[in-house]
């Protein structure tokens, strides 16, 4: 019986995995468009790649677990791209005016170190231990709000979102980055310690 943890990194739900990397790039031209013009074709635009890129991260992990096609290679991609899609609108959000964009920039900042120490982590563990932690609970619930936070930023001024919601958001979502950070190093520091 195969291990699923090998099986064939070119497979459908990695692939589905990979268009979000790719959705990217539409999403860059889209934002891009929505900054020097705010009418509603570009707000849809944008909004139909978001739909397209949260789609696939439902239906990726969907296709895995279907044709039982997990494996460690999809278990560390799938983090990443969704990162590079947060780190886009992230990035356009830096570039607005005001405490909007510094406050965008500490939060980068914070969710650089966050990501380069769980990743570097994941990835020892992935060629010298053959092993892989998947999302915790506090990780998927700082990915969603994180995501609804920047949301609610991008289409601010295009749906009248209060911006005490927006910044209430932006509070909560550094208060789970932190959590899900804490439990990740406990969860690391746990697992090395067994193995020692």
Known sequence: MN??????????????????????IPLIIALHALSNNPITDNVQRVLLILFLIVFSDILDGYVARKMNIISNFGKLLDPIADKICLMVVLIFLIFQSGNQGLAMLLFFILLCIRDVYIIIIGVYLIHVQNTIFQANKSGKYFMAITVLMMTSFVFRLSFNIPINLCWFLYILSLLLMVISGYEYHNRYIKYFNREK
């Open 3 to 24: 291990n699923p943890a090998k099986t064939n990194i070119f497979n459908l739900a990695n692939l589905l995995t990979l268009s979000r990397v790719f959705l990217s």
